[in-house]
């Protein structure tokens, strides 16, 4: 079966909803959430993740290619947007529906703020 559009975004507010649910059990906070979309000024598909004292955004993606500079670029944008510390990206692991089983990807500089290192800055 073609995937639609519909079908496309049908997916990914699936894969969305499946990580926000996944990380508010795991983390215990009720305040985790999938996003509506806000056009140019969005700010993220999932908000509500604290670290450190500061937020951190998640840009869900449920794709067949894989685009992980575009991505990652997209993240940084709208933790911006945000006033985030970080944004990382949670890609759909095709062939498993486990939330806890999907790719996290995220720059060097966003893992060792995670870490215990200085806020990074974004060289995009």
């Known amino acids: 079966m073609t995937r639609t559009n519909k079908s496309a975004r049908a997916a990914g507010t699936r894969h969305e909803t499946a990580i926000a649910t996944y990380l508010a059990d795991a983390l215990d906070d ?25 937020r951190v955004v998640i840009e869900a993606k ?3 290619r894989t685009e992980l500079g575009k991505w990652i670029k997209e993240a940084h944008r709208e933790a911006g947007n945000d006033d985030a510390a970080i944004g990382i990206v949670v890609a759909k692991r095709h062939g498993n529906g486990n ?3 999907q790719w996290v990807h995220m720059t060097l500089a966003d893992l060792a703020w995670l870490l215990g290192a200085d806020h990074p800055t974004y060289d995009e």
């Open 30 to 54: 009720d305040r985790i959430e999938r996003r509506a979309r806000s056009g140019a000024r969005d700010r993220g598909d999932i908000g509500g993740i604290r670290h450190r004292g500061r």
């Open 62 to 64: 449920n794709t067949t």
């Open 99 to 101: 939330p806890a089983d």
